[in-house]
């Protein structure tokens, strides 16, 4: 079936330092491809996505780049603030197009817990 | 706002127990997901529903059922609770492909203790 795996697990980081976060997918099919930033306590939000017809995105601090031929997406956090500290998932789905073939079914990583130290 | 609201936040059962975890959604979403996030583990796709009546299997099923009567609920059922069915259980909804904004938003999960 689908799989997405991330690396790494955990990640610490000074202040003003990157952060990079890296996940590989199985479906050569998906098309759609989110990062999700998780607070303690609270539910899951959605930070940055990308299709896969477009190689980098960025917003602000954030980016995400994609290699659909390597199937591997990167979350880039530059100039990171302790307030970046979370855990952050990625996912993989199809869920681009209403003809890919899927349902945007989501897959998601393990997650990264992102420690950002003052 | 997309609000995405899950029957409780925190809930103790008994082994053997049948439980309910709800899922109400109010944006008019077709899809609607049940993951099961454990530590070290991320958040691992129960069911899947995409239309009424209409369900799919995903990656941990064993265990569970679902239910879709109505677009904007989708529930969860846990049989027979066992105790490794312990965890925190999250809903989400989404629009179907190609309808635009294809962000999956969350409910603010319930954690189940089974003892």
């Known amino acids: 079936g689908e799989n997405v795996e991330q690396h790494p697990s955990t990640l610490s980081v000074q202040e003003g330092d990157s952060a990079v976060i890296k996940c590989t997918y199985s479906d050569s099919a998906s098309n759609y491809f989110p990062w999700y930033k998780q607070e303690l306590g609270k539910r899951p939000q959605l930070i940055i996505d990308i299709r896969s017809n477009v190689g980098e995105k960025k917003d602000q601090r954030i980016a995400v780049t994609l290699n659909k031929t390597a199937k591997h997406f990167s979350l880039h956090i530059t100039e990171t603030q302790p307030e970046d500290s979370a855990v952050y998932f990625c996912a993989a789905s199809r869920g681009a197009s209403l003809f890919s073939g899927g349902y945007n079914k989501l897959i998601f990583g393990a997650g990264t817990r992102l420690a950002v130290h003052p | 706002d997309v609000k995405v609201t899950q029957s409780s936040r925190y809930l103790v059962k008994r082994t053997g127990e049948k439980v309910f975890l709800e899922c109400v959604q109010d944006m008019d979403h077709e899809n609607m997901f049940w993951y099961r996030q454990d530590p070290g583990l991320g958040l691992r796709l129960i069911y899947f529903?995409?239309?009424?009546?209409?369900?799919e299997k995903g990656d941990i099923p064993e265990g569970y059922s679902v239910s879709r009567e109505k677009k904007e609920r989708f529930s969860l059922i846990l049989e027979s609770a066992s105790t490794n069915q312990t965890s925190m259980y999250l809903c989400?909804?989404?629009?179907?492909?190609?309808?635009?904004?294809?962000?999956?938003?969350f409910g603010q999960g319930t954690r189940l203790t089974v003892v």
């Open positions: 529903s995409y239309d009424v009546k209409m369900k």
């Open positions: 989400a909804s989404s629009l179907f492909p190609g309808q635009g904004n294809t962000e999956a938003f």
